[in-house]
């Protein structure tokens, strides 16, 4: 996150966050059939917003088994002469969503319409009616077919039909409540964010383009390694002639650990801080260079719902395909299991990143061609996400949020739905304040002792001249 104090708290801002097009089908993914002109009621108006962080969005739901071609169908408020008119070539494939920010043509107001016409303007397909703004939500329960209630914001994904607030109870931090600091005093600064652990080696990104390689300092805690080049972390630049530097949030590695690259998640190009650049980015870190420069960019902007530019990807983590798999994974690219043989050449696994300004997760099958198919979208239920960690000993994925949530922790795993569903919501350590922790790391189970292993955060605002603090986690 960026230096700015007001955007870790997205939530209390009049933020203008546009929603664009949520394609089904991203780059590099084979549609099963052909879009037809299916009958006007599988297309229906599944969520609406009309005020809060998400600007006045509508998103459409296909409830059919066929993709539909919903090129030049419009969509109105409650007056005739406003009108939205979907772009040409967008398909909704079975059971996607797709939401449209449509306060550029009109506003939904307080006791308003969202109406859905085909593209002849006159044929009326769906139509939702309210009285009141949406608090946060006006969402379908269930998706599709039933009724419209009040519920949380979820375009462009299955709609949380839970309360509003949403969540399940929070129980107390599975560890001691107690937390120590790990660095020493003012040894990075500002504006670290993501951690990763990889044996004796803890991976950071800091926020100004820079990847810091530490190992331990002997008690409990971590320093940067002197040898190399990474005694005071390296610069990262984009591809293309090492141009351009990442604001670098998240930070993981796939089953292959180091030698297969530092995957690093990026929000924008800090040279062109007003405009969204939402990369993962895969860089060598075998040299001795002080600089790096990405092997790759999978530049996934383009993908995702529109956000501030400093409200994007936060956080990034690897899943491994043996447990999409073995778990019953549905594809929301094809609505059908998991087969990672239906992506070629890729890393064994899936990359989930974490947007702060929706609070969602993504998940990316990013093929070695460059090409990308999103492959699932899951709410947190939180204002914003900041940190993801795979936790492969639980199998379980750790969804963290900063102070904007009271530090809260969410695990999750694939559900029988075959999505990923929270399984328990966990308050921080009752020892540690509410600090702006962007960046959480788990140790491995071989560093089990007594039951209990470390974990690790980073503040972003490194406060008291630290950044890095250790707790523990229950085994």
């Given amino acids: 996150m960026t230096e700015s104090p007001a955007r870790h708290h997205p ?143 979820t375009l462009g994904a299955p709609n949380d039909c839970g309360s509003p607030g949403g969540g399940t109870t929070p129980v107390a931090w599975p560890g001691s409540g107690s937390v120590a600091t790990a660095d020493a005093s003012n040894a990075f600064g500002e504006d670290v964010s993501g951690l990763y652990q990889e044996g004796g080696v803890m991976w950071a990104a800091q926020n100004s383009g820079k990847l810091w390689r530490l190992l331990p300092n002997g008690s409990g805690g971590w320093t940067p390694d002197t040898a190399n080049g990474w005694s005071s972390g390296k610069t990262l630049r984009f591809p293309g002639g090492g141009s351009g530097s990442p604001d670098s949030e998240g930070v993981t590695l796939t089953g292959a650990g180091g030698a297969g690259g530092v995957f690093v998640a990026s929000e924008r190009n800090s040279g062109s801080s007003g405009t969204s650049r939402l990369s993962v ?56 299991g998991y087969d990672p043989s239906r992506y070629g050449a890729h890393t064994g696994g899936v990359f989930f990143v974490g947007v702060e300004g929706t609070g969602m997760l993504h998940g990316y099958v990013l093929q070695d061609s460059g090409a990308f198919t999103r492959v699932a979208d899951v709410n947190s239920g939180m204002a914003g996400v900041m940190e993801l960690q795979w936790e492969p000993q639980a199998s379980r994925l750790w969804v963290v949020c900063d102070d904007t949530c009271d530090g809260q922790h969410r695990t999750m795993r694939v559900a029988a739905s075959g999505a990923f569903a929270v399984t328990t919501v966990h308050n921080r350590p009752s020892g540690m304040a509410n600090l702006n922790n962007e960046g959480f790391s788990v140790a491995g189970s071989g560093e089990c002792v007594g039951g209990a292993k470390p974990v690790f955060w980073s503040d972003d605002s490194n406060t008291g001249g630290h950044v890095l603090r250790r707790g523990t986690l229950t085994c």
Avoid at 57 to 82: F, H, M, R
Avoid at 108 to 119: E, F, H, I, Q, T
Avoid at 296 to 312: I, M, Q, R, Y
Wanted: charged share 20%; net charge negative.
């Fill in 281 to 336: 980015l895969r860089y060598d870190v075998s040299g001795t260079t002080s600089t790096l420069t990405a092997t790759k960019e999978w530049n996934l902007t383009a993908d995702l719902p529109s956000v501030g530019s400093n409200l994007g990807l936060e956080a990034v983590t690897w899943v491994p395909d043996s447990y999409l798999t073995g778990a019953g994974f549905k594809d929301a690219s094809t609505g059908a």
């Fill in 11 to 153: 939530r209390r801002l009049a933020l203008g966050l546009a929603l664009v097009v949520v394609p089904a089908l991203a780059v590099g993914t084979l549609a099963a059939a052909p879009a037809q002109a299916a009958p006007a009621d599988d297309i229906r108006i599944n969520e609406v917003v009309t005020t809060g962080d998400v600007d006045d969005s509508i998103e459409l739901y296909n409830k059919g088994t066929a993709p539909v071609d919903i090129s030049g169908w419009i969509l109105k408020d409650s007056s005739s002469s406003s009108k939205y008119k979907i772009a040409s070539g967008t398909t909704l494939a079975p059971g996607a969503f797709r939401a449209f920010d449509v306060h550029g043509s009109f506003g939904l107001g307080s006791a308003d319409k969202a109406r859905l016409y085909l593209p002849n303007g006159t044929t009326l397909a769906d139509s939702f009616t309210w009285s009141e703004h949406s608090a946060p939500s006006w969402s379908r329960c269930t998706d599709g077919t039933g009724t419209f209630k009040a519920a949380k914001v």
